[in-house]
């Protein structure tokens, strides 16, 4: 049964990483719903290389990002804080932490954006700094 309060979206995600000075772009493009409350915003997509379905809430100073499939995860970024996780891979499981920077949501009548810079830690080590945006249109 289908949700009346959901409307269908286009979702482009660009993730920015840098590790030891060498960055690396992925970009991918989704078709998704969206329902908003009040400020805050809950997306969801397929993620077919991942077997799976992610949702995002996006609100004024947080995201949450749970992803479920071959790769499950459910990662939060506050702004100004340190956020820890669990990373389940086929081949085991990692400890995973954020530590969100910059954290800005744009909205408008036909979509909205939300740009993040964090840290990510693995296993309680400095794995990379990151850039993620999001970008949706009705």
Do not use: C
């Not at 979206?9 to 660009?14: F, Y």
């Not at 030891?20 to 993620?47: C, M, P, S, V, W």
């Not at 992803?67 to 499950?72: A, H, K, L, M, V």
């Amino acid at each position: 049964m289908q949700d009346i309060n959901a409307r269908p979206i286009r979702l482009t995600s660009v993730l920015s990483m840098t590790i030891d000075g060498d960055t690396q772009r992925i970009e991918e493009a989704f078709i998704g719903t969206l329902k908003q409350h009040n400020a805050t915003f809950l997306l969801a997509y397929d993620e077919p290389e991942n077997k799976g379905r992610t949702l995002a809430k996006v609100a004024p100073t947080s995201l949450i990002i749970n992803r479920q499939g071959d790769t499950s995860t459910i990662l939060r970024f506050t702004l100004g804080q340190r956020e820890q996780a669990h990373y389940q891979t086929a081949e085991g499981l990692l400890n995973l932490g954020t530590e969100t920077s910059q954290l800005l949501v744009e909205t408008n009548s036909e979509g909205g954006k939300v740009v993040i810079d964090y840290i990510l830690y693995i296993n309680g080590q400095h794995a990379s700094n990151n850039r993620l945006t999001l970008n949706w249109t009705l």
